[in-house]
């Protein structure tokens, strides 16, 4: 299935090319960021500063997402599929894309290697579980939008896939993973390492490549 026909060329436009829309979107992944970071801060004092990005995963996601996003605001006004590319926004659109879809899949698995913490129906389980679930499996659907109006590189590519194993190593090897209500055991890291494979092998196939054209 092509994930870049997901959204069609009137979708992308509509909502990433009028101002109302596409500001309403940054303001949604701007507080979403803050919840986020919510889930972190309590543990986030035992974390070097610098290496604040490496541990909030999902937050990073969507702080990449709206950098990318927000370099739509000057195309306002023309069509945002002929927004002109370049190599820095190509290496930041890739960036966004594969943090987004890791870590929105990433958190479904997570939560379902233990289910019997999380899933449930009274009012805690719809906000731990359903709604968590929800909002980031939705990273994926913002993560094709992302992908149809960037384009990427190899070096983008290899950069991302590079700086995602590094936040594996960090996560896992180190002992910085997001705070779970369990301890993980070798199946977390294993598909974790396998998304960030996978998400980079996932990009190279949705987005266009950058041209000569485009630079």
């Known amino acids: 299935m092509d994930l870049s026909r997901l959204l069609s060329d009137r979708a992308i436009e509509e909502y990433l090319g009028s101002g109302p829309t596409l500001v309403w979107l940054l303001v949604v992944n701007a507080t979403a960021f803050l919840v986020g970071i919510r889930f972190y801060v309590e543990t986030m004092p035992s974390v070097p500063t610098f ?46 894309f594969v943090w987004l879809v890791k870590y929105g899949v990433w958190t479904a698995i997570a939560l379902n290697l233990r289910p019997e913490l999380y899933f449930g129906f009274d009012a805690r389980a719809l906000y731990d579980y359903w709604f968590i679930i929800g909002t980031h499996l939705l990273f994926v659907l913002e993560a094709v939008a992302i992908a149809r109006i960037g384009r990427t590189t190899r070096g983008a590519l290899g950069f991302a896939l590079v700086l995602l194993l590094a936040n594996d190593i960090f996560d896992y090897w180190f002992g910085f993973h997001p705070p779970l209500r369990y301890t993980p055991d070798l199946v977390l890291p294993a598909v974790t390492v396998v998304l960030s494979f996978g998400t980079v092998l996932l990009a190279g196939r949705v987005f266009a490549p950058l041209s000569a054209r485009t630079e």
Not at 66 to 82: E, Q
Not at 84 to 90: I, Q, S, T
Request: proline share 11%.
């Open 51 to 96: 290496l604040w990005p490496l541990y909030g995963d999902s937050p990073m996601a969507l702080a990449l997402a709206t950098l990318s996003l927000a370099t739509l605001l000057p195309a306002l006004g023309s069509r945002v599929l002929d927004t002109p590319m370049n190599r820095p926004l190509a290496y930041l659109h890739t960036l966004s």
